[in-house]
């Protein structure tokens, strides 16, 4: 069991930069793909980024990429998703997951999941 907490969101406005973190509670970090996912109002989760165990290969939804960065320090066992040119409808709870394989670019891929925080984006 691991457990996932993550910080960092907050309110910004449109083409601002937020930077989010995943802290996971097991020193088995390494063994885990991480992966960020989005919950608008109204809307379901959507697939945000993944990355691989080493941090050597990394995934992106379209409408993220080439804005979004993820990353991961496996010695402070934390994942990272940083957010550029953010957008109004970026607007939404961000949900960290981890899983022991990957990638998946589906909810039901992840077994672990943080409560998430929220970014608001005004534009």
């Known amino acids: 069991q691991v457990q996932l907490v993550e910080s960092g969101g907050g309110l910004v406005q449109a083409g601002d930069s937020l930077r989010l973190s995943c802290v996971a509670s097991?020193?088995?970090?390494?063994?885990?793909?991480m992966a960020w996912f989005r919950q608008a109002p109204g809307k379901e989760r959507e697939f945000v980024s993944t990355?691989?165990?080493?941090?050597?290969?990394?995934y992106y939804a379209d409408s993220v990429k080439g804005r979004f960065t993820i990353a991961r320090d496996n010695a402070k066992r934390t994942s990272y998703l940083q957010m550029n040119s953010l957008k109004s409808e970026d607007t939404a709870r961000y949900y960290c997951?981890?899983?022991?394989?990957?990638?998946?670019?589906?909810?039901?891929?992840?077994?672990?999941w943080g409560q998430g925080t929220q970014v608001t984006v005004s534009s």
């Open positions: 997951a981890a899983d022991y394989s990957g990638p998946s670019y589906a909810s039901p891929g992840y077994r672990y």
């Open positions: 097991q020193r088995t970090f390494s063994s885990y793909y």
């Open positions: 990355i691989s165990w080493s941090g050597d290969r990394t």
